[in-house]
């Protein structure tokens, strides 16, 4: 007994050992990512079988969070990868100079060409209003919306990459009367939180009409819950488009085993989980298709978006309009 008891700790140990000496590939990404319904479940397992090295997902707040965080570690931050940013954020990522190239992928399925050097996306979808159906009569536009008593839950464009998307969404929609637009809405918000998942748990808790999400965000519930009752409202304005990016560090330890990751995150493997995990589209189409019941993509005259240069030059004044507007 005693001797088989000294085998297994030493086959034990032996298993520590080998574990730590795995490289080990640091990726930072939003919280809702690594949660045990979103993608980081069912992709490092397939990564780790690949690379052979510990995958490390650590949840950093929600995207716009993520640069935040970048920014103050700087050249000591411990991420390889980071994994989360959109177009709205990119040109400013790229301004810190920590971002290394990435190497060329394959064709991307984008309702836009894709040449930025830097970053690659890995899924995309468009902003929207989602509402239940106790919701009788959905406003058609912001307008509508502002005229109406509806209470929503939105998200904080200092920290969550949808709260970003709505102040352009609004800015591309309604240019010089986007700040009218928000004094008109701003009774309309029941609260701002952090990030998606706070204010998407508040819209389902009953708490608010409406939350900014996805047009997507429905075939979680019809797909995963068999629950047609949520929807989400189509505006006459078009909808704003979100293409959420990946890019390596340029400090980081492990660039080739960095590199490895960007190419497997556009693999059919890595895309095939995107829709019923993430509930977003997938940069490349996989080999499958999208599940049954999933949403299908506005037509390219809803579409709206601006580059990312655009965006940057945007975003300080769209966030002192939207500020001045909920001061009110």
Request: hydrophobic residues 45%; glycine residues 8%.
């Amino acid at each position: 007994m005693k001797s088989t008891t000294i085998a297994a700790g030493l086959a034990a140990v032996a298993g520590v050992a080998a574990a730590q000496d795995r490289p080990q590939l640091h990726v930072y990404t939003y919280d809702s990512f690594v949660t045990e319904w979103g993608p980081g479940p069912v992709i490092e397992p397939l990564f780790e079988e690949i690379c052979g090295c510990d995958l490390v997902l650590t949840g950093a707040g929600d995207g716009a969070a993520l640069l935040a965080r970048l920014q103050l570690e700087g050249a000591r931050s411990k991420a390889d990868i980071v994994l989360g940013l959109d177009t709205n954020l990119t040109a400013r990522a790229a301004a810190t100079g920590l971002f290394a190239p990435h190497r060329a992928g394959p064709d991307l399925d984008l309702p836009v060409i894709w040449d930025d050097p830097l970053f690659l996306p890995y899924d995309w979808g468009y902003f929207a209003f989602v509402y239940a159906d106790s919701v009788a009569e959905p406003p058609k536009n912001f307008s509508e919306l502002a005229l109406s008593d509806l209470k929503i839950v939105i998200q904080d464009p200092r920290s969550s990459t949808p709260g970003l998307g709505l102040l352009l969404w609004v800015r591309h929609a309604y240019g010089d009367m986007a700040g009218s637009l928000w004094h008109g809405l701003a009774d309309n918000i029941l609260t701002v939180t952090k990030g998606w998942s706070e204010a998407y748990g508040l819209f389902l808790d009953g708490e608010a009409d409406m939350v900014l999400s996805y047009t997507t965000s429905p075939s979680y519930h019809i797909i995963a819950e068999g629950d047609a009752g949520k929807r989400a409202a189509i505006f006459e304005e078009g909808h704003y488009m979100q293409i959420e990016v990946a890019g390596k560090l340029a400090r980081s330890d492990q660039p080739d085993l960095a590199d490895t990751f960007l190419d497997f995150m556009l693999s059919d493997a890595f895309q095939s989980a995107i829709p019923p995990t993430n509930w977003m589209f997938p940069a490349v189409m996989p080999r499958a298709g999208l599940p049954e019941g999933f949403a299908e993509p506005l037509a390219r005259e809803q579409s709206l978006i601006f580059s990312a240069d655009e965006a940057e030059a945007l975003r300080e004044g769209a966030l002192a309009e939207w500020l001045a507007a909920l001061a009110r």
